[in-house]
Structure formats: C-alpha cells, structure tokens
C-alpha cells in the first residue's frame, strides 16, 4: 500500500465521541453502532450536507483511553455535538479501497507492516491516533468504495 505525505490545515469538526476497547473486533462493532447514532443525530437536527459533503471517523487516545469520534467539518458550534479541532501538520495519507467491513484489515496493516517498514516519522505520543475522511467516494460495502486514512507524523524540530 502506498502513501502520500501531505500538510492539512487545522480542521474544525463538530462531533459525537464514544469509549473505544483495545479489542479490534469489539471496537468495529462498537464504531459501526456508533455511526448510526450519529446520523440519526444529524437527521434529527437537520444536519443537511451538499454533493461535497466530508465526515471524520477520528481515533483519539486520552489518558491511555481510546475514543473514536464521528465529525463533520463545522466553523461554529452546534449545540447537540461537541466542538474541536483536527491539529495542522503533515499526516501520511492512506487510501483504502473496498468495502468497509475491510477496514481494519487495512488499519491492521499500515500499523503492523508499513509503518514499522517505512521511514515515517510517527510521534506515538500523539492525542490524534489518525483519521478517516469519508466523501462521496465512500460507497459502504463496494468494492470500489473509497476511504482515506491520515497519521500525524512527528514535527520536525528546525536546526
């Protein structure tokens, strides 16, 4: 799998966070349920996104706590979500391509085989684990859906 180093600029999201195991397969089942409820929440406060819509699926770690948060790209506040920000810098950009049931088997794979084989510069002291952009390339379970998955790197001190 290829990847691509890229600088994104701070991203303000709006939204809705649950507790995460360190069991892969209770987290999936955990996400896909977590999801739901999210858009059943954008539903209910007629949260309406046009033909260029974007969600986040973002892993955070807090105190040794993982949390996965559903997001949207929002400049203000909405009362119903929770308000923060996807931090600026250079993130490796992965693209996962099939459907999403395979996901973490893509997931396991730049954490277990590319990163440790690659010369990424990953801070794994970081808050943001990575995140997931989902667009309208995002088809479910097609084999031609499309997701991209961004990992912090580490910032480069200037000599």
């Not at 180093?5 to 999936?28: A, D, G, R, W």
């Not at 395979?102 to 801070?123: A, D, F, M």
Request: glycine share 2%; hydrophobic share 35%.
């Amino acid at each position: 799998m290829k990847y691509k180093i890229i600088n994104v600029p701070k991203i303000n999201v709006c939204y809705f966070e649950t507790q995460l195991t360190t069991s892969h397969q209770k987290n999936f089942s955990i996400i896909q349920g977590h999801w739901k409820k999210f858009n059943t929440r954008l539903r209910i406060n007629k949260i309406k996104f046009d033909s260029e819509w974007e969600k986040f699926g973002i892993t955070t770690k807090t105190n040794n706590l993982y949390f996965y948060q559903c997001a949207f790209y929002s400049e203000s506040r909405i009362p119903q979500f929770e308000y923060a920000h996807i931090p600026a810098g250079s993130f490796a950009k992965f693209t996962h391509t099939g459907p999403l049931y395979s996901l973490s088997k893509t997931i396991n794979q730049i954490y277990k085989e590319i990163i440790p084989s690659s010369p990424l510069n990953i801070n794994f002291n970081r808050s943001v684990i990575h995140y997931e952009r989902y667009d309208s390339r995002f088809n479910w379970n097609n084999q031609n859906s499309i997701i991209d998955i961004f990992v912090p790197l580490q910032k480069v001190k200037a000599l």
